[in-house]
Structures are given as structure tokens and as C-alpha cells.
């Protein structure tokens, strides 16, 4: 589905003719034969859920923040060992990030887990604002579902495969800090997705729903501004303030809103002014997320905020250095796999209430804040399952992003929050540590093992996503990372 750099809550908006035309040009038709070897991999998944619900609770509990995930990488590392997967530990430059995989051959289908939680939102699963006292953090964007219906799927699919008797290769990664950290780009920057066929992802929500939504891609970066220290009463003259270049930097890139395309998005904070006002600052600092709707728009409207930060040091006499913390590209839509996607959530279905979670749901909505006519009051049901439309343009960012572009990728969102739940919100996190995100987290599960088992079957539905792919990118596409050179930020959190 994050707002903040991360997640899949994204806000549609009306595609054009000419997408829909591809969108219908590229869908795959919807299977509603008997199929009972896809009930095979769903009986699969559905005996697995007491194993899902543990991983899924134990991260909970953990709330780890991103790069910081040892417990919690280590838990879902662990299910898949025990369960015969080879794993490869702290790849890419991150000691929680890895790789596991099982079976051999083609087609390469890859999964997608994370993990990682957000600071300062931690939460007692209780439908009321309840903070844990001591705790730092929370999984107030479901990680700790998304990762163990991950890794609950890869089992019954290496499980599938080796009772059907077919080729076919499930690859997990396990991707640390999404939340900020975007290990998926140094993943795919180092080249680890190249041999993958297709991916399937997925991303708690608030609804059962496969449309193949865009998001924005995002650079994120910190400028410090050094000047002279000074007595600010006695003698100004002599310093040079940083808080002013930090000031002016500001000034400047809000000027430069109405000179950027409408969709661009420019935030920032300040996160160092100074330490009393007496003192001119010697040292100040801004921190930047900048969105765009595509890569190159968004290269240039850096560049532009680089040139502002320089501009606002010369005018102030102090000298500025930045340094890109993160960047992600938008996600590359593919009509043809979501759809065997959606088909799969049809098969599956939603899920029921308890009497018990009808009323913790009722309740959270009673929570919500704001008015207007697209304000939520009802939880709604968690048995709907949402029409698949065309390709639409979202506001969120993710590094799932980086992997789209490399490989055929489709995304699902699952019923894991109450209906009109905000993800980052007390919530989101309080659901995620409960059985209504469980049971929305095995619906996830059963679909991206259905979906992986008809790709495995039909490799003229590979085949379709990888044309579509190939269409999307056009001629002479090159994957370069926003993030260029640098290693991982695993202080990211910190600074």
C-alpha cells in the first residue's frame, strides 16, 4: 500500500483511454474450471496458518525498525530453513536481508517479505489508543503479516512443486527497511533479481483488491549546513548562521513548487536548528522526500533542490553538503499478472468476522478523524472482494518499485486492516497484532501460492507479463539506480 516513503495505500486516480485499451489488450482470462491441484496448494497454505500466525505475532511483538530486524529476519529465516529452503544471509550489503530458495529449474517466481516497523508507533492490539509503554516502535504498515504470509506461500509452493512433480524455482528475499532504508534497490542493484521470471508481491490494506496501481518514485536525503558559531547578541556580525541557510533552502524550494509538474511531491523537516537561540547555529540540518511519478522527472526536480541548498549557502555565507539517504523508482504496472493475480483472490475469496472482531472493527471506526463524504463508518466486509480496474496513479512510494522494472511484478492487498484504517496510524498497529490481520494475511498467503501455481503450469501466462513488461519499458531501457553508488544506510534510522 505510507504519508511516508513507504507502502501501498495508494490514492487512484481515472487512467487514459489509451492505458485501459492496453489494460484490455493484456488481460488474461479469468479460469473458472475445476482446478484441483490449485485446491491442492490452498489446503496447502490454510494448513500452515498456526505457523503464519506465529511468525506473524512474534514480529509484532519484536517491532523492529529498519536494518535493525535481527529477531525478526532471523524468526522467518528460520521457518524457511526448517522447512528445506537453501538460504543465503546479509546479502547485498545488509546483515538482515536474504535470499532463500527451493526446487530447480525455471521458471524463477519470486516472493517478497518484509519485515521492518516504524518508530514511534507502538501500540497494544486493542481497538483504543493505547500505547506500549517502553517500546519504540510499531507495525503500524502490517510488516509483520506481509513477511509471514510470505514466507508461509513459499513453503506451500516448494511443497506443491515437489508433489506435482514439476521444474520450477520459489525464490523468497527477505527485504529489511522498506520503511526509509529501501533495501529492495541495493538487491536489484546488485543484480539479484535478474534471473527471476515474474514477482508477486503483496501489502496489508484495508481490502481484498489486485488493481495494478502506480506509485510515485522518491529520492530522500539530509542537507547540512556548516557556518561560524557565534555570540547572536554580542557580536553577530561575526558568525554565519546554518539554521539561515537551512531557512532559505526552504524558501526557496517552496518557490519552487509552483515551477514543477502538479504531481510532484516536495516535504521536508528540520531536524537539527541549532541548540538555544543565543548562539548563532554553526551546524543546521533539513531532511527532504522528493516524488514524482517517474524516475527522470524526479532526477530533475533533485537536481533543482540541490541547486536551491547550494543557492541558500551562498547567500548566507556557509557551506553545504547533502547526502541521498534513499531512492526508489515508481512501480511499473503488468495488466497481464495481475490479473492471474485477481483471478486467484476470486478463487480464494475474503474472509468472516467473528462476532468478537465485528465488534473490535466497529469500534476502530469510531476512532477515525475528519468528515467529509469520504469518510469511513462502517468496517465493511472483509469477504468482498474489490473489482480489478486499469492501471492507476497512487501517491506512496516503495521500493518494490526498483524490482518492477527489473521483473514482471504484481501486487495484492488483503483485508489485514478495518475498512478506512490509515496505514502508519495507532490503528493499523493495533490490528496487525490481532486474528482479523491473520486472517487477512492467509488470504494473502493462498493467493500468491495459487497465482505461483498457474505460472508454473501455463508458461504462455509468464510469457504475457514478460511482453507486457517489455512494452511498458520501451526500447533502450537501462535500470541505473536513484541511489547511485552508495552502501547501504544501515544508520539510517539513527541520524
Same mark, same amino acid.
Request: charged share 15%; with cysteine; glycine share 10%.
Given at each position: ?47 500452515? %496458518? ?162 495494478? #496501481? ?80 517517474? /524516475? ?60 468478537? %472482531?465485528?465488534?473490535? /472493527? ?35 512510494? #516503495?521500493?518494490?518499485?526498483?524490482? #518492477? ?16 484504517? #490509515? /496505514? ?16 487477512? /494475511? ?54
Amino acid at each position: 500500500m505510507k504519508t511516508l516513503p513507504v507502502c501501498f495505500a495508494l490514492l487512484p486516480l481515472i487512467a487514459g483511454a489509451a492505458t485501459a485499451a492496453l489494460a484490455q489488450e493484456a488481460q488474461v482470462q479469468v479460469q473458472s474450471a475445476p482446478d484441483p491441484a490449485g485446491d491442492a496448494i490452498v489446503s496447502g497454505v490454510a494448513a500452515l %496458518e498456526p505457523r503464519l500466525a506465529g511468525m506473524a505475532n512474534d514480529v509484532w511483538s519484536w517491532a523492529e525498525i529498519g536494518f535493525k530486524e535481527t529477531k525478526s529476519a532471523g524468526r522467518l529465516r528460520g521457518e524457511l530453513q526448517q522447512a528445506g529452503f537453501r538460504v543465503r544471509n546479509g546479502v547485498a550489503g545488509m546483515p538482515t536481508a536474504f535470499i532463500a530458495e527451493a526446487g530447480s529449474g525455471g521458471p524463477v517466481i519470486a516472493l517478497l517479505a518484509e519485515f521492518d516497523a516504524l518508530p514511534g508507533l507502538a501500540q497494544a492490539a486493542v481497538p483504543a489508543h493505547s500505547p506500549i509503554e517502553g517500546q519504540a516502535a510499531g507495525h503500524a504498515c502490517g510488516h509483520n503479516l506481509l513477511g509471514a504470509a510470505s514466507v508461509t506461500a513459499a513453503i506451500a509452493i516448494k511443497n506443491w512443486l515437489a508433489a506435482q512433480g514439476l521444474p520450477g524455482t520459489v525464490r523468497l528475499y527477505g527485504t529489511p527497511a522498506e520503511e526509509g532504508g529501501f533495501a529492495k534497490v541495493y538487491m536489484v542493484r546488485d543484480g539479484l533479481f535478474n534471473d527471476v521470471d515474474v514477482t508477486l508481491s503483496w501489502h496489508p490494506g484495508d481490502r481484498n483488491s489486485t488493481t495494478p #496501481s502506480r506509485s510515485l518514485a522518491m529520492i530522500s536525503g539530509k542537507f547540512t549546513f556548516t557556518g561560524v558559531a557565534s555570540h547572536a547578541s554580542v557580536a553577530p556580525e561575526r558568525g554565519r548562521s546554518a539554521l539561515d541557510g537551512v531557512e532559505v533552502m526552504n524558501v526557496a524550494a517552496n518557490f519552487l513548487r509552483e515551477h514543477v509538474p502538479q504531481t510532484t511531491r516536495i516535504q521536508y523537516v528540520i531536524t537539527r536548528g541549532g541548540d538555544q537561540p543565543n548562539i548563532v547555529p554553526a551546524m543546521a540540518q533539513n531532511f527532504y522526500f522528493v516524488r514524482s511519478p517517474d /524516475a527522470a522527472t524526479l532526477r530533475d526536480v533533485w537536481s533543482r533542490i540541490v541547486k536551491a541548498s547550494e543557492g541558500a549557502a551562498l547567500a548566507t555565507g556557509t557551506a553545504v553538503s547533502h547526502e541521498v539517504l534513499s531512492g526508489a523508482y515508481d512501480t511499473l504496472p503488468n495488466v497481464a499478472l495481475n490479473t492471474v493475480m485477481h483471478d486467484s483472490l476470486a478463487r480464494v475469496g475474503g474472509y468472516a468476522y467473528t462476532s468478537d %472482531e465485528a465488534a473490535y /472493527a466497529a469500534q476502530i471506526v469510531t476512532t477515525y478523524t475528519g468528515a467529509g463524504p469520504g469518510r469511513v463508518t462502517s468496517p465493511g466486509d472483509p469477504a468482498a472482494i474489490e473489482p480489478m480496474g486499469p492501471p492507476r496513479q497512487g501517491f506512496a512510494s #516503495s521500493d518494490v518499485g526498483d524490482v #518492477s522494472w527489473v521483473t514482471p511484478t504484481a501486487t495484492l492487498s488483503t483485508a489485514t486492516f478495518v475498512r478506512g484504517t #490509515s /496505514a502508519h496510524s495507532w490503528q493499523a498497529a493495533a490490528t496487525s497484532g490481532t486474528t482479523i490481520g491473520v486472517k487477512g /494475511a492467509l488470504v494473502a498467503a493462498k493467493t500468491i501460492a495459487l497465482a505461483a501455481t498457474r505460472l508454473y503450469r501455463d508458461p504462455a501466462l509468464i510469457d504475457a507479463a514478460r511482453k507486457e513488461f517489455a512494452e511498458r519499458r520501451g526500447d533502450g531501457f537501462a535500470y541505473t539506480s536513484l541511489l547511485g553508488d552508495r552502501a547501504p544506510a544501515l544508520d539510517y534510522n539513527e541520524r
